[in-house]
């Protein structure tokens, strides 16, 4: 795995939330919006995964390391940015902000 905190980190996460923060405005169901950013990334870390594998085996073998370690990182980033949002909550929702 790549380092989460190399140079370009930010930049391509806030492209994916611009990208999905467009989407908003074409759809009254931010939730739907949501889900489909969950499912682009839980796809593309499947291939980006599956590209270290020989077979579907090898890559069926470390199917439990895998869910251990996404569902690790996915937690730890969500328990970030919750924590930033309760400390900065009047700032970042103030005037109910239509974006990430």
């Not at 930010?10 to 939330?17: G, S, T, V």
């Not at 169901?29 to 995964?49: L, Q």
């Amino acid at each position: 795995m790549t380092q989460a905190t190399d140079n370009a980190f930010y930049d391509r996460a806030d492209a994916h939330i611009e990208l999905s923060n467009q989407q908003l405005g074409d759809s009254d169901n931010p939730g739907a919006v949501a889900a489909s950013m969950t499912f682009a990334a839980t796809r593309f870390s499947t291939w980006v995964s599956a590209r270290g594998f020989k077979s579907g085996e090898e890559m069926a073998a470390a199917r439990e390391a895998m869910l251990k370690y996404f569902c690790d990182q996915y937690r730890m980033m969500l328990e970030d940015n919750l924590d930033d949002y309760i400390a900065q909550f009047e700032q970042y929702m103030n005037g109910q902000r239509n974006d990430a």
